[in-house]
């Protein structure tokens, strides 16, 4: 009795199965994905409210000036960003020079007391942190839209 209610739930899947086909190259590239892949990011970076958080952390950025090094160091990076409907697809060019990666910019971004305490330029990336160039923290929505192209020559 099992084995024929078993049978019967599955007939349908089995009766719309079909074996696996392989695909020139013509009829691969006509294939549509529809909207690609589109997804969400929740990021927290350094939550201080955490058990055990870091209480001092440093960001830094380096860069050569005549040959010898300097570095932008951000103190305290810091806060939540919310991204909703980034999206990635793969589209033909208008052109007909072959295809494209899109990455469609996120619809709607949150921030969260987002920013950094301060910023310097320093020669040693490790030493104490003398000056203060500025702080950020940013609280508020942004949003957008439009895409970032890539493609090869």
Do not use: C
């Not at 099992?2 to 190259?25: F, S």
């Not at 013509?26 to 969400?40: P, T």
């Not at 350094?46 to 160091?73: C, K, M």
């Amino acid at each position: 009795m099992k084995r024929l209610a078993a049978t019967l739930l599955l007939w349908p899947v089995l009766l719309q199965a079909a074996p696996p086909k392989t695909l020139e190259d013509s009829e691969l590239s006509s294939v549509n994905a529809r909207d690609g892949i589109s997804f969400a990011a929740h990021v927290v970076l350094n939550d201080p409210t955490l058990a055990g958080a870091v209480t001092d952390s440093r960001f830094s950025l380096g860069f050569h000036d005549g040959g010898e090094p300097r570095y932008i160091v951000l103190r305290n990076v810091r806060g939540t960003v919310d991204m909703f409907a980034i999206g990635i697809n793969v589209k033909p060019r208008p052109d007909g020079g072959g295809d494209y990666i899109a990455i469609t910019l996120p619809s709607h971004m949150r921030f969260t007391d987002f920013g950094f305490e301060s910023m310097s330029v320093q020669n040693d990336r490790n030493a104490a942190i003398t000056g203060n160039l500025g702080s950020v923290n940013i609280n508020g929505s942004l949003q957008m839209q439009g895409e970032f192209r890539m493609w090869s020559h």
